[in-house]
C-alpha cells in the first residue's frame, strides 16, 4: 500500500498509509479505536467501495496487480477473503455455506461433500457437526459459527485472508481454535489480522503495524517484525500503548 487514504463524506479518516505486507506472513495491525484499521483493510478488498461516502485514494498492490476501480470486485474477493468480528453464516444450513462459495467457484457437484468435509475438518469442525450438516448455521455456538466462517473464506482457496477482530465475540477456548487455526494458514496464506488484544498479537504476528488517532485522523506510525515493534518500540506512543498506559 503507498499513500492509502481512505474518507468517509470528505472527511479523513485514515491518512497517507505506506505499508508492505509479507507474503505468507502474519501481520497484526494494533492500535487504538477510531484509528482506522477496519478502513484499511475495507480498503484493500474494496469493500470500502460499497460503503456511501467512502472513498479511497492511493495504490494497493497486490503481487503485480494494482487494485483500483476497474479490478474485477468477484476475481479481488476470490484472491482477498475477509472475516468479521461478528461471525456472518449465510442463513441456510451449515453445509449449504460451503457449498455455495464451492460452486459458486467451479467445484463440480459430485465433490462438494468432499470438499466441504475437508474445509470442515482443516477448521477443526467435522467431528463436532459431521451429523447435523442440514441444521441451521445460526445453531451453532459463536465459535463454531466463526469457524464455519473461516472455512467459507477458505473455499475459495484465498493468496490474502483480512481478519476483523476475528475473536473479539468469542471465549478463551473458541478464540485458542481460531488461533491454532491462523498459525496453521502461516506459510500457506497471507494474513492480515486486526486484534485489540496484544497478547494474541505476541503469538500470532510475524510483523505488526500500529496505527494512531493523529489529531485530524488515523494514522500508521510504526510497522516492523513482531519482535522489534514489541521489543524496542521506535515511537514513544507505540511503547505507552504496549505497556498500557494509553490508548
Ligand atoms: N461508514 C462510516 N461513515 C462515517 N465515518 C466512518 C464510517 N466508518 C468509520 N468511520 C469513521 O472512520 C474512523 C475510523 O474508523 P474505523 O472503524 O476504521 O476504526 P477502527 O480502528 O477499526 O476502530 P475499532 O478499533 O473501534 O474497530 C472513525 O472516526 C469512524 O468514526
Ligand atoms: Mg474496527
Same mark, same amino acid.
Given at each position: *500500500?503507498?499513500d492509502l ?8 479518516a ?9 507474503? !505468507?506472513?502474519? @501481520?497484526?495491525?494494533? $492500535?487504538?479505536?477510531?484509528? $482506522? ?7 484493500l478488498?474494496?469493500?470500502?467501495s460499497?460503503?456511501?461516502?467512502c ?8 503481487? #503485480?496487480t ?6 474485477p470486485?468477484?476475481w479481488?474477493?476470490?484472491?482477498v477473503? *475477509?472475516?468479521?468480528?461478528?461471525? !456472518? ?10 457449498h ?35 441444521e441451521?448455521?445460526q445453531?451453532l455456538?459463536?465459535g ?9 473464506a477458505?473455499?475459495l482457496n484465498?493468496?490474502?485472508?483480512l ?6 465475540a ?14 496453521s494458514?502461516?506459510?500457506h ?7 485489540? !488484544?496484544?497478547a494474541? @498479537?505476541?503469538?500470532?504476528?510475524d510483523d505488526? @503495524? ?17 519482535? #522489534? ?19
Amino acid at each position: *500500500m503507498r499513500d492509502l487514504s481512505v474518507r468517509y463524506n470528505g472527511e479523513l479518516a485514515l491518512q497517507s498509509v505506506d505499508l508492505d505486507v509479507r507474503e !505468507n506472513k502474519i @501481520a497484526a495491525l494494533i $492500535g487504538p479505536s477510531g484509528c $482506522g484499521k477496519t478502513s484499511f483493510l475495507m480498503a484493500l478488498n474494496r469493500l470500502s467501495s460499497m460503503i456511501r461516502g467512502c472513498t479511497v485514494q492511493g495504490q494497493v498492490r497486490f503481487g #503485480e496487480t494494482e487494485i483500483s476501480a476497474a479490478t474485477p470486485t468477484g476475481w479481488l474477493r476470490r484472491q482477498v477473503g *475477509m472475516v468479521f468480528q461478528r461471525p !456472518n453464516p449465510f442463513p441456510v444450513s451449515i453445509e449449504r455455506n460451503l457449498h455455495l462459495p464451492l460452486r459458486e467457484h467451479g467445484c463440480p457437484r459430485r465433490e462438494l461433500k468432499l470438499r466441504s468435509e475437508e474445509l470442515l475438518k482443516r477448521v477443526g469442525l467435522w467431528e463436532e457437526v459431521s451429523g447435523r450438516l442440514g441444521e441451521p448455521a445460526q445453531s451453532l455456538s459463536g465459535g463454531q459459527q466463526q469457524r464455519l466462517c473461516l472455512a467459507r473464506a477458505l473455499a475459495l482457496n484465498p493468496r490474502v485472508l483480512l481478519m476483523d477482530e476475528p475473536c473479539s465475540a468469542l471465549d478463551p477456548i473458541s478464540t485458542a481454535h481460531i488461533e491454532e487455526l491462523i498459525d496453521s494458514l502461516r506459510s500457506h496464506v497471507t494474513i492480515i489480522i486486526v486484534t485489540h !488484544n496484544l497478547a494474541q @498479537a505476541r503469538r500470532l504476528a510475524d510483523d505488526v @503495524a500500529v496505527f494512531w488517532n493523529c489529531g485530524c485522523c488515523g494514522c500508521l506510525i510504526e510497522s516492523g517484525p513482531a519482535s #522489534e515493534v514489541f521489543e524496542s518500540p521506535q515511537h514513544p506512543d507505540t511503547a505507552s500503548y504496549l505497556r498500557g498506559i494509553i490508548g
